[in-house]
């Protein structure tokens, strides 16, 4: 019995969120496990209702959950940023997900922009660090308003941090069926700080000598993974760096509609989630493609353990995706959130039967 903490949150993210469950649902009763579902309403709605972003008690009800699932999170009505660090930081820095984990990989050629570019030549674990940088609200202003105004944010690394999610990234990298090569993105040649990222990285990598040490500025790295993506295989690098390139890596796979992540920490509870955002335009629309929430529960589902409960629904998006039954992943696919979803229970049911 798993108990999963859900927040379907604003704009698209509960529509998609409900295939995902769907697909949870089938999962379970193909695999024989049971879950336990939480739901808690936190978004813009609950916010202009109430004035409470997430419940005082919420944090430690999920301490002791199994897994969280969310959808998206952000509405035009409210101030930029307020719900996005009062939820989703909230969850990340309140529960230390300290590594978020992006894959990117391509699941059938004709989704990807690059050219001549197969499955093989696409596949990216990107490792993010998620609890400090410029995420952490250290900063403020001065004479806001002003013609003298200043703004500051600061760029925080802790040793601590910093060495968890690199050791995190080699241990990643080492289980990875690929060449054993993990690549840095840092800036070090114009952000000083981000030394303690290579001296780090360096000594942390000496009891790692089966992988490869790569390093690569994250600007060169833009560029090398539209230019070259089949070099990389396992990538660690800072908060902010890792937000940008994994919006790059998502159009590399085809589109935000396919690109998930989890929010990690190791033994404890974590929190999964497509990479798109709520896309408000499309909000009840029954018109977002809701795979990338379908691929973040597989990967919840491999978090917990349930590995081939995690291929199944994964490998169903595959094959749905690859026969180009759904052929393309925008919200112009001419398919609705909840017939991709169906698509996708329709196929689990008939590969795990064709696999008895
Ligand atoms: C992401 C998002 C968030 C981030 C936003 C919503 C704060 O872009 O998960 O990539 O910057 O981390
Ligand atoms: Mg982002």
């Known amino acids: 019995m798993y108990t999963i903490g859900v927040i379907g949150g604003d704009g698209i993210g509960p529509e998609v969120t409900r295939e995902a469950l769907r697909a949870l649902e089938a999962a379970a009763r193909i ?24 419940s005082p008690t919420a944090l430690s009800e999920m301490r002791s959950m199994d897994a969280l699932f969310l959808g998206a999170i952000g509405d035009p009505r409210l101030p930029i940023g307020v719900l996005e660090r009062g939820i989703v930081g909230e969850c990340r820095f309140g529960l ?7 894959p990117i990989k391509l699941f059938s050629e004709h989704l990807c922009p690059l050219k001549d570019t197969k499955p093989e030549d696409l596949d990216i674990l990107v490792v993010r660090e998620n609890t400090e940088d410029v995420y ?12 003298d105004e200043v703004a500051l944010q600061e760029m925080i690394y802790t ?8 050791r995190y990234a080699f241990e990643a990298c080492r289980k990875r069926a690929k060449n054993k090569k993990l690549t840095l993105c840092d800036k070090a040649n114009a952000v000083a700080a981000h030394d303690l990222w290579r001296r780090t990285f360096e000594e942390v990598g000496a009891s790692y000598p ?16 539209v230019k070259n993506p089949e070099t990389f295989d396992t990538v660690v690098t800072t908060n902010m760096f890792g937000d940008i390139i994994t919006d790059l890596g998502a159009m590399l796979q085809g589109g935000l509609g396919i690109a998930a992540g989890g929010n990690i920490h190791p033994g404890r509870v974590s929190m999964f989630e497509p990479i798109h955002g709520s896309a408000p335009k499309y909000k009840g629309k029954n018109v977002a493609n809701p795979l990338a929430a379908i691929n973040a529960m597989a990967m ?12 199944a629904v994964e490998g169903a998006v595959r094959t749905l ?8 992943l ?7 959130t909840d017939q991709i979803g169906g698509m996708v229970l329709d196929e689990l049911a008939r590969a795990t039967a064709r696999g008895k």
């Open 159 to 166: 040793r601590k941090g910093v060495e968890r999610v690199i």
């Open 210 to 225: 089966d992988i490869q040490r790569d390093y690569a500025y994250v600007d060169a790295m833009c560029m090398w993974m």
């Open 96 to 102: 230390d997900l300290f590594v978020n984990l992006r």
């Open 136 to 147: 952490t609200g250290i900063g403020g202003f001065l004479k806001k308003g002003t013609p």
């Open 321 to 328: 995706l690859v026969s180009k039954r759904i052929p393309s």
């Open 31 to 54: 695999f024989g496990f049971e879950t336990r579902l939480v739901d808690y309403p936190f978004g813009a709605d609950h916010y202009l209702k109430t004035k409470e972003l997430m």
């Open 330 to 336: 925008g919200a112009d696919s001419g398919l609705k």
């Open 300 to 311: 919840l589902l491999d978090h917990l353990g349930l590995a081939a409960a995690a291929a």
